[in-house]
């Protein structure tokens, strides 16, 4: 059993957060001829910053990442994107039905991507606390 607070530093550091996420979100699932046809894949071990080289005692688990298995995240992007694209290029002070809908529509999708990206937050900022990365 490795003891885990002998090799803290190595660990617990912030530039790890790329490598996590990479595992989190982009990780690729692994399809075989056999039931169940789809397998979640171990992590990258490889850095993907060969600048800052990943610890020996650095492991992963088998994880498919969100864009794969939840392809709907896709989706949301996109309608994020428009909506955004949409705010910044401004607008009529007087707006047709239609138009108040598909703000109604943007209002909706915008909130529930923030509701999204802080619950995402939280998870981390937790896990963070947990491990002494982040002060309470």
Request: glycine content about 8%.
């Amino acid at each position: 059993m490795i003891n885990v607070q002998k090799h803290y530093n190595e660990l617990i550091n912030l530039i790890y957060i790329l490598q996590n996420l990479y595992n989190y979100l982009l990780n690729p699932f692994d399809v075989r001829g056999e039931f169940p046809y789809l397998y979640a894949q171990y992590g990258n071990i490889k850095a993907i910053l060969s600048s800052y080289p990943l610890p020996a005692i650095h492991s992963v688990q088998q994880a498919a990442g969100l864009l794969y298995s939840v392809p709907f995240i896709v989706f949301g992007i996109i309608s994020l994107r428009s909506i955004f694209k949409t705010l910044f290029k401004g607008g009529a002070d007087k707006l047709s039905p239609d138009e108040d809908v598909r703000r109604l529509f943007n209002w909706i999708t915008l909130t529930l991507g923030g509701a999204c990206l802080a619950a995402f937050v939280v998870i981390l900022r937790f896990f963070g606390i947990r491990c002494g990365i982040w002060k309470m």
